[in-house]
């Protein structure tokens, strides 16, 4: 049986395909402005996510690397709106702009000015190409080459690292002072070695009776309140309680669709009644909130306006 693409012409095929790759830009450019727009609503955070990237992976199904190119390219474009008939045409394809928007972040290039500067040599530059020009034009070039952790087995995973010369030289001077007890050691082996007895250390380190804040893979960790306001402490004791009850998780869960929250990483104290409204610091009146959650609370309680306000303040510290 012929399919429809089949049964075209060469000339119409190739016509074809050229219109719908151009149609496929087209509508790129029409997801970064939606996603733009949840991301300024903070939808994905009343959705239960932790994150816009979590968000993008989970909700709508993008691998992970094609989320990390729209969400970076997305913040590119909010600052450069020009920009999108450049990604429309094809010009400027997404890995660029997410690789820029990584030069822009690593090198801290705010000015609208400077971006567009090099982004005009970025035109039409293979991808290759592109990394060649940010590199040589970074500072501290081994900062804009990222880490990557894939897993290639149940048991294994591969790491891609960039060392600087320090580093390098750090290793294989470890590994110059350990070849007598251990002679042809490689640098994965000098790496888990130096892991292991530094973890060995750290271990007894946090083990031992102290009133010291670090946390202990067994008990609450502490979470720093972003006050510097004494008032605002959560007393230890307090912080155990809410921590044990609520199980070291973000306690978010939508109510519409009961999609829990439960990550585990950047968790704070978050006041069920605002602390600033009146709200004490009981562990009935407190929560473990992730970032997102904790502030998608403020935006319900303060609005946008004065949440926005009270980042720029941080910003700005
Ligand atoms: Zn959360």
Redesign the pocket.
Known sequence: MTTEVQRLSDNLLLETLKGLAQQERELTVRVLRHLREVERRYLF?RL?Y?SLYEYVVKELGYSEGAAHRRIASMRLLRDLPELETKVEEGSLPLSTLSQAQSFFRTEKIESAEAKREVLATLVGKSRREVERELVGRATEPAKLIREKLRQVSPTHHALNLVLDEELLQNLEEMKAFLAGSKPGMSLKEVIAYCVGKTLVRERARFSKPSTCEIPRADSPPPVEMKTKKASRYVPAQVRREVWTRDEGR?T?RDPRTGRS???RSGLQFDHIHAFALGGTQTPENLRL??L??NALAALDTFGPAKLARARHRRAAR
């Open positions: 955070a239960g932790s973000c978010y929250c439960e990550t909130r992730c997102a959650h």
